[in-house]
């Protein structure tokens, strides 16, 4: 119970709403929370100026128990019988998640209404190497013992902005537009790898003083504050084609560089010709492939 006030609390930001949710008390979520926090030897929420927010430790810890709930869930309808063969489970990566994969998820939908897609938006592999998903779109080299994968596209990367924060800064050569400039800087949690200093290298720059710096720990928000104008961030394709094709982000330099990594469309072996899984792979391969 502690999991579900926990996670309940995290969505709505107000112990009151969780507890109309799940017909308690605001004292028991309270109680549960305090629990919990106890048990983990950390804080979950802080409350400023009346407002609820989660503590960095707390955002960490959600993104495992929501996962957890799901896969409890799903387990619960296999115990009690009840039919599983038309549920796909399916682990993404978040940005990807956002940027590709759930725009074009309708088309899908509308293929085959018969299966019911279940979404987690993760950048941990460890439940899906323990077979917990039924299909993943992951990022690295494709190499994955007892796993079926197949390539879904490259990937490129180079600086994007956006077009109001370009104008403002004005012409001039590449190290004078940057330094009129922040740069945002991603950090990721799992994987660490900052392309700046490479695209830098590859251009020919050796330095530059950015205006300024914002840090971010994921690319969707790091992609999201270039789209609002906090400075220039590295982009990559295809992640933020979606953004280039509408005009939200633009690319200042013509310079990209190829990645050695790329998407793929992964499946535990024994999985991998279950004909929901097949059905996502191909549409995939067909419709997410560029």
Known sequence: MSLLAFEAASRH????????????????ISHQIKNLE?????????????????????????ESVREAIGLLSMATKR?????????????????????CLLPALPEFQRAYPEITVQLFASASFDQFKRKSHDVAIRYGTGRWPALHAERLHGEEFFPVCSPKLLNEVGAGSNIEQLARMTQIRTFFSSTYQDDWPVWLEASGIESVDFSG???????????????EGVGI???RTPLVNPDLANGSLVAPFDLRLETASAYYVVSPADKAQLDKVRLFR???LERLHE
């Open 233 to 235: 961030a590295i982009g």
């Open 38 to 62: 106890e048990r983990l030897g950390t804080k979950l929420f802080i409350r400023r100026r009346n407002v609820l927010q989660l503590t960095p430790d707390a955002r960490e810890y959600l």
């Open 79 to 99: 115990a009690k019988g009840e039919k599983t063969n038309d549920l796909l489970t399916i682990s993404c990566l978040p940005t990807y998640a956002v940027k």
């Open 13 to 28: 930001l107000s112990f009151t709403s969780a507890a109309q949710e799940l017909e308690l008390t605001q004292t028991a």
């Open 213 to 227: 710096e914002a840090i971010f720990n994921l690319q969707l928000t790091s992609m999201q504050a270039a789209v």
């Open 282 to 284: 191909e549409w995939a």
